[in-house]
């Protein structure tokens, strides 16, 4: 099951860095400043991973609310990694 996670991430990262690669005809500043906002997006998704859910309570609400921010992280961890690589990608070939 992990396995399969983990294949949909990546698939969403590999879709997310083409369409950045594909739409990088921005000035090389703008380039760098959609790089910066990706990097922090994803480090607030990392700080959300450490922090979140330690002191929650059990009641079904949080359980919903739970469920629906690790499902927000999921998708835009992998947007924003594959923002990440592919901006640098267009960076670096153009």
């Keep these: 099951m992990a396995v399969r996670f983990i294949l949909i991430w990546l698939a969403l990262a590999a879709v997310a860095a083409w369409a950045a690669w594909y739409q990088a005809r921005a000035p090389r500043r703008a ?50 990694g ?5 901006t640098l990608i267009a960076l670096l070939i153009g």
């Design 31 to 80: 380039l760098w400043v959609r790089i910066a906002v990706a990097a922090v997006l994803l480090g607030g998704c990392a700080a959300g991973f450490l922090m979140y859910g330690d002191h929650l309570d059990k009641t079904i609400g949080s359980v919903v609310l739970y469920f629906l921010v690790w499902g927000s992280v999921f998708g835009l961890s992998a947007a924003c």
């Design 82 to 86: 594959g923002v990440i690589i592919g």
